[in-house]
């Protein structure tokens, strides 16, 4: 997201007016100052632009108290470039200072950063990896300290999983609303209401959050207040959770179909029909939406038309929902195996067989894939070559679909826990009890993994006391004057973002 001053200022250099606007801004402005983006993830490339500095001195650009970078204003003062937020930057608001080295006049903008993962650039996982890889507060040495820090009632049991974006939690309930609850708190914010059961899980894209009900429909509402935008009726339950691209929300059917909505006004754009129920969620990656099909089959279908590229089959019904990563795609079947796909042709690369029915979803990370089995156990698979890297067991049934976050992979099980694995070896770190079956998968968001339970309520976990979502008052800025120059950097011109 941009600043809104920045994106004018980026609109106009591209019609090479770049230098006129900058001018002005120096003019105008009786300080240095500086826009850009607001917020990010840890390691995400940002853009910042300073005016007001005197060239050619070099100018110290400073994330907190760090100095990032050394770069030379232009002959109009001005320094448009683009930075890479630190990876251990932690969840909350931080500072970006540029301080000129001779004069030492300065700017300073209040930054946020996220650790969500799935809602900084598009607010769901489109691709269905199931991966934080922003996740910097939770790690292998502190999930073992994971305690509860708050839990949510719902109406009924959650089959939903939540999602996590921007310090709120969406989950719906078999109660037939969809909740939003504080990501720190867990405090109800709202709920709306469904014509029946939620077991859809919500996807948040652009001020909307979108949700599948039992009633045959599909619902869109606002984020900030719960207020319902549209729904559109599919031909049978939709229990597919919804997957938003390009201005698109894709979503499955028990009617046997695939349908692509226009995400802000709810127009059906086509539909694809298979020959079975769907319970699978859609992925979509480089153009095509990927889903599996009660009918044995996954289907690939281009995402703007919903001609079908390619089907393949597998051994039974495939309830399991595809994560598409490197080319390849991923998806459980009812026979109890794991299926990798070429991406491009759906020619099989390989199968592993677990010990009972997969409807869990895969989770890739790390050239690893994950995935959990009615017979209790986790299994970690190589990604290229389908070698079981290890599996560990649970006490009873895996349907909730593994999320890997910072060498650290979380699982639901049908008794009752929550489970933390390391990634790598298997090794249990962590597990802690819910009061019933755990059918939801965990979301890890800043140092919080949430979870929903049969038991009617959303669960928050974090070690010893809640990291929870951004503080909504800035942290006090450095001052610049104590702000400690890297003297090793070497002077850079600016880089136009």
Request: a neutral charge; glycine letters at 10%; hydrophobic letters at 45%.
């Amino acid at each position: 997201m941009y600043h809104t001053k920045f994106k004018q200022v980026i609109r106009i250099s591209l019609a090479g007016a770049w230098i006129g606007l900058m001018l002005a801004s120096a003019a105008q402005a009786a300080t240095p100052t500086v826009f850009g983006d607001s917020v990010a993830a840890p390691a995400q490339g940002i853009n910042v632009a300073g005016f007001g500095f005197t060239a050619p001195n070099a100018v110290d650009i400073y994330f907190d108290t760090t100095d990032l970078r050394l770069a030379v204003p232009d002959a109009n003062g001005t320094l448009p470039m683009q930075l890479t937020v630190p990876a251990d930057a932690m969840s909350g608001h931080h500072w970006i200072s540029l301080v000129q080295r001779v004069s030492g006049i300065s700017a300073q903008k209040r930054f946020l950063v996220h650790l969500d993962g799935f809602g900084i650039v598009q607010g769901c996982p489109t691709q269905g990896m199931r991966s934080n890889p922003h996740e910097n507060a939770l790690s292998l040495q502190s999930v073992a300290s994971l305690a509860p820090i708050w839990c949510a009632a719902t109406g009924f049991g959650i089959g939903s999983s939540p999602a996590v974006v921007d310090g709120v939690v969406y989950v719906g309930s078999g109660d037939g609303s969809l909740y939003a609850f504080n990501a720190a708190t867990g405090a109800k914010l709202w709920s709306a209401a469904t014509g029946y059961s939620v077991n859809s899980s919500p996807a948040v894209a652009n001020g909307i959050v979108y949700v599948g009900s039992l009633d045959h429909s599909l619902y869109a509402f606002k984020v900030a207040t719960g207020a319902k935008l549209w729904s559109v009726a599919t031909g049978n339950v939709v229990w597919s959770s919804p997957a938003v691209a390009n201005g698109v929300v894709y979503v499955g059917s028990f009617d046997n179909s695939l349908y692509a909505f226009n995400a802000v006004t709810g127009a059906k754009l086509w539909s694809a029909v298979t020959r079975g129920a769907i319970l699978s969620s859609p992925a979509v990656a480089n153009g095509v939406v990927y889903i599996g099909s009660e009918d044995n089959t996954l289907y690939a279908f281009n995402a703007t038309t919903g001609v079908k590229l390619w089907s393949t089959a597998t051994g039974d019904g495939i309830d399991s929902s595809p994560a598409v990563a490197d080319g390849a795609v991923y998806v459980g079947s009812g026979d109890g195996s794991l299926y990798a796909f070429n991406a491009t042709t759906g020619a099989k690369l390989w199968s592993k067989a677990t010990g009972n029915a997969i409807m869990s979803s895969p989770a890739v990370a790390n050239h690893a894939v994950y995935v959990g089995s009615h017979d209790s156990s986790l299994y970690a698979f190589n990604a290229t070559t389908g070698t079981m890297l290890w599996s560990a067991a649970t006490g009873s049934v895996i349907v909730s679909s593994p999320t890997v976050a910072n060498g650290v992979v979380y699982a639901g099980s049908w008794d009752h826990c929550l489970y933390a694995f390391n990634a790598t070896t298997g090794a249990k770190l962590w597990s802690a009890a819910t009061g019933n079956k755990i059918v939801s998968s965990p979301k890890v968001a800043n140092g919080v993994v949430y979870v929903g339970s049969e038991d009617s309520n959303l669960h928050a976990f974090a070690p010893n006391v809640a990291i929870g979502a951004p503080s909504a008052v800035a942290e006090q800025a450095p001052r610049p004057s104590t702000l400690h120059p890297d003297y090793r950097l070497t002077p850079a011109p600016a880089s136009k973002p």
